[in-house]
């Protein structure tokens, strides 16, 4: 299945607080098991106004259902391509 990069503008993301994102992982991860195996998140990084999912689905409409479902921004929605690192350089 294609691998996503989904970017969600939520003002405010790095200030939320471990029981908060609790909350917002708990939601996603129901969300996640209604809609079953067609779609699976893999982990986000939170920064001080977005968070960045990365999500293995099959196609970017699943993606937007995830969101519309969970109530969560989609703002930007990426199919990844490949992924390099410093071990690409050898």
Request: charged share 25%; aromatic share 6%; proline share 7%.
């Amino acid at each position: 299945m294609p691998k996503y990069l989904i970017e969600r503008d939520i003002p405010g993301a790095g200030k939320l607080t471990p029981a908060e994102l609790q909350g917002i992982s708990q939601k996603s991860c129901g969300v996640l098991r209604e809609m079953g195996p067609r779609i699976q998140w893999l982990h986000s990084y939170v920064t001080g106004d977005k968070v960045y999912c990365i999500y293995i689905a099959d196609n970017e409409q699943a993606i937007r259902e995830h969101a519309e479902q969970g109530g969560f921004p989609a703002n930007r929605i990426e199919e990844i391509k490949t992924m390099i690192d410093p071990t690409t350089a050898d």
